[in-house]
């Protein structure tokens, strides 16, 4: 079968309208149960679909043959979901940044209460220490619905750069509360 995917120097609305066309029903569940059989939980395994879909959209020109589609996304999928297994931290921490924002805060448990409010403190305290544009990205991030694509556009930026960045920031502000821990604990 001869390949149709977009070239190199194609729009990225000309790749995203490809990879459309490639995915059916079928595909995309196929595609969740890789993610969610490897993270065993449904919005992380979204949230990995999502990324996932983008990488593809990003890179199909990469595709050699469209008759192998489907083990290309399932490798793109696996990746991506081994990778975000791999940073539970770093996803408690996004968790910890968009309940600072009060967008999923939900305790019910005093003492996590507690907790809470003083990891959100000191949150806020290491956000605001952040350069731009790692805070904007962090902070579009957490307090909004968007995805690390659009928050590149429209911040200006390359995808791959932002999504760095996010992973860089994040790493650093894990660093800094860590630090912080022990200080506290000495």
């Not at 806020?124 to 928050?151: G, Y």
């Amino acid at each position: 079968m001869p390949n149709t995917s977009p070239d190199k120097n194609s729009t990225y609305e000309e790749r995203w309208n490809w990879l459309e066309q490639q995915l059916d029903s079928t595909t995309i569940n196929a595609l969740y149960r890789v993610a969610y059989r490897i993270l065993q939980n449904p919005q992380d395994a979204q949230d990995v679909l999502q990324e996932s879909f983008i990488r593809g959209a990003l890179n199909c020109w990469q595709l050699k043959d469209d008759s192998s589609f489907f083990a290309w996304m399932y490798t793109i999928v696996r990746r991506e979901a081994n990778h975000y297994k791999a940073k539970p931290s770093l996803r408690m921490l996004v968790e910890a940044l968009r309940e600072q924002t009060g967008r999923l805060y939900s305790a019910t448990n005093p003492e996590k209460l507690i907790v809470n409010a003083e990891l959100h403190q000191q949150l806020a305290r290491e956000v605001e220490r952040l350069k731009s544009p790692e805070r904007e990205i962090v902070h579009l991030k957490a307090t909004t619905d968007m995805n690390l694509l659009q928050i590149a556009q429209r911040l200006g930026l390359n995808y791959h750069t932002t999504r760095s960045k996010y992973t860089r920031t994040l790493k650093l502000l894990q660093k800094r509360l860590l630090e912080d821990k022990r200080h506290e604990e000495s």
